[in-house]
């Protein structure tokens, strides 16, 4: 099956600093790539799409200043949480996007998350 | 708007069947999905389903979908330890095809031996 890797799995840093935080498909290409935030026992919140080559598409009240997205190749899209604070702690999934033969459905695969905590 | 509603936990005994609920108002999703999340993991697609149909089984799973209620339910046959997980349903909103996801709040799903 089609496998998403994350990295790093989880990061501890200090609030002020920035975190990037990698999303990878191993075995397909991924024109379309997602990033999820999800808090504690809750359900995951899409923050925004990314796509390669162009910007990414921020759900609305998501801050595109704080959270930057590079879809750099069709293999590799980055979140960097800018200037951290303790509110951005939370678990932070990536999914990837892959076209299924004659175009009737595509999947998508997921990371198995990054988990921060800005202190 | 687009809102994905599951009941928060359910508990079972192992070898029971377990049924989670999930209700959608978006009548013109094209696609249902069920995925499973195991503790400090990302999610597995377990199954999906086509709007036009009424179910599906794969194995153990059997997904029904009532597109008149907005109603989709998971059954999990001869239910074990390891199922014992968090179940998200989702839905891909309107009929275009942005591959963007709905979750709902997921339903814990306990499992006793």
């Known amino acids: 099956g089609a496998v998403v890797s994350q990295h790093p799995s989880w990061v501890i840093c200090k609030s002020g600093t920035s975190v990037k935080i990698e999303c990878r498909s191993l075995d397909f290409q991924a024109t379309t790539m997602f990033w999820y935030r999800q808090f504690p026992k809750q359900s995951l919140m899409l923050m925004a799409t990314?796509?390669?080559?162009?910007?990414?598409?921020?759900e609305q009240g998501v801050e595109k200043d704080k959270f930057l997205i590079n879809h750099a190749s069709l293999t590799l899209s980055t979140l960097t949480v800018t200037s951290a604070h303790p509110e951005d702690s939370s678990f932070y999934i990536c999914?990837?996007?892959?076209?299924?033969?004659?175009?009737?459905?595509?999947?998508?695969?997921f990371g198995p998350g990054t988990r921060l905590t800005v202190t | 708007g687009e809102d994905v509603e599951q009941s928060l936990f359910l508990s079972v005994r192992e070898g029971d069947s377990s049924v989670i609920n999930c209700t959608y108002t978006?009548?013109?999703?094209?696609?249902l999905y069920w995925y499973k999340q195991e503790p400090g993991a990302g999610l597995q697609l377990l199954t999906y389903i086509f709007s036009n149909m009424d179910m599906k089984q794969d194995q153990r799973l059997t997904v029904l979908l009532n597109k008149k209620d907005k109603h989709l339910s998971l059954r999990i046959a001869d239910t074990q330890t390891g199922d014992s997980a968090i179940y998200f349903c989702a839905e891909t909103p309107g009929s275009g095809n942005t591959g963007k996801l709905i979750f709902g709040q997921g339903t814990t799903l306990q499992v006793k031996p």
């Open positions: 999914s990837a996007r892959r076209a299924l033969r004659g175009g009737l459905r595509d999947e998508q695969y």
């Open positions: 990314s796509n390669e080559g162009s910007k990414a598409t921020y």
């Open positions: 978006d009548s013109s999703s094209t696609y």
